[in-house]
């Protein structure tokens, strides 16, 4: 049998095919009474030491396939479920429940951990990713716009949109998602997809970015732009997370900690890209520009990037 991605890297065993093998899953039980195996669910199990190591999203996708593997018949995975899937990012926690999509007249219920949904699908609203059918790019984005809270929904609608950090597999455009949005058949969250789909652009370089933004939004904050370039005296050029060129206000997403993670450090050492960032700063305030830093927390408690943000001048104005 031909496993998963998903299945590899977690070690995935169902207890179908090993009793298939084994006619006998009581190996399966010791190992998980002996800690070296995790249940996930009624018939699933994964290596105790790869589940440690699994990322939130690694996990919560282990669990949308652990569902998909038992089902007696075969499920479409949609909204946050899909969405992990495919690939898209989030700061916030991912459900505990899994959900499934499946046609009007199914008999299949709510329950264990996993949520159907009753929904009419088009034949191009559904895709395959890693071995199981998922609602596609479009679809999705659009099912959690309906949903789901603005931050989350566009973190991922602005990674779709976003040429660089997007995959084949999850891009999207904002005409299709218009235009899946138009052939909805319910009007369940309509007007809260059209808000997302528009306010998303697909600048920011991370969910963190995508979120500051929404909680700026929402706080009233006048609308920044994002990934504005400046020029390095030294050559080349800087690029800021969000700004206020009004204002003369600049704003950065994970303080100074950003620096320290292998994305942004490449060869460098923690040392020499704090230096590099410190250089980088005093250039930007010889402009004349403010500079706020925020972390995660900061934006988890929007009071706290309200104090932020009016702290260096920039004012509410709705």
């Not at 652990?66 to 075969?74: I, Q």
């Not at 609203?125 to 998922?134: A, K, L």
């Amino acid at each position: 049998m031909r496993h998963s991605k998903v299945e590899a890297k977690t070690g995935l065993v169902l207890v179908k095919d090993f009793v298939g093998v084994d006619q006998d899953d009581r190996p399966l039980r010791r190992e998980r009474d002996a800690g070296l195996r995790r249940r996930i669910r009624r018939g699933v199990y994964a290596d105790a030491g790869r589940w440690e190591a699994l990322t939130a999203s690694e996990r919560y996708q282990a669990r949308v396939m652990a569902a998909v593997r038992t089902r007696h018949r075969v499920p479409v995975v949609g909204y946050d479920s899909a969405a992990v899937m495919l690939g898209y990012p989030r700061m916030e926690a991912w459900p505990g429940v899994v959900h499934l999509i499946v046609p009007s007249a199914s008999n299949a219920r709510s329950k264990n951990g996993v949520m159907v949904h009753r929904e009419q699908l088009e034949f191009d609203e559904v895709v395959e990713v890693d071995g199981i059918m998922v609602t596609s790019p479009q679809r999705t984005l659009v099912d959690l716009a309906r949903v789901q809270t603005l931050s989350i929904s566009v973190a991922a609608i602005d990674r779709s949109f976003n040429l660089e950090r997007s995959t084949e597999q999850n891009r999207a455009t904002r005409e299709q998602l218009l235009d899946v949005h138009d052939r909805l058949r319910t009007t369940r969250g309509r007007r809260q997809a059209s808000k997302a789909i528009m306010f998303a652009n697909g600048l920011a370089d991370n969910p963190g970015e995508s979120k500051s933004r929404v909680v700026a939004f929402e706080l009233g904050f006048p609308p920044p732009e994002l990934q504005r370039r400046h020029v390095n005296p030294r050559g080349g050029s800087y690029y800021t997370d969000l700004e206020w060129p009004e204002f003369h206000t600049i704003g950065e997403f994970d303080g100074l900690g950003k620096y320290f993670k292998e994305e942004y450090l490449g060869r460098k050492t923690p040392g020499e890209a704090m230096h590099e960032e410190k250089v980088r700063e005093d250039h930007l305030r010889a402009e004349g520009n403010a500079f706020a830093r925020w972390e995660p927390r900061d934006i988890g408690d929007p009071a706290r990037l309200q104090k932020i943000l009016l702290g260096v001048g920039l004012p509410i104005v709705r």
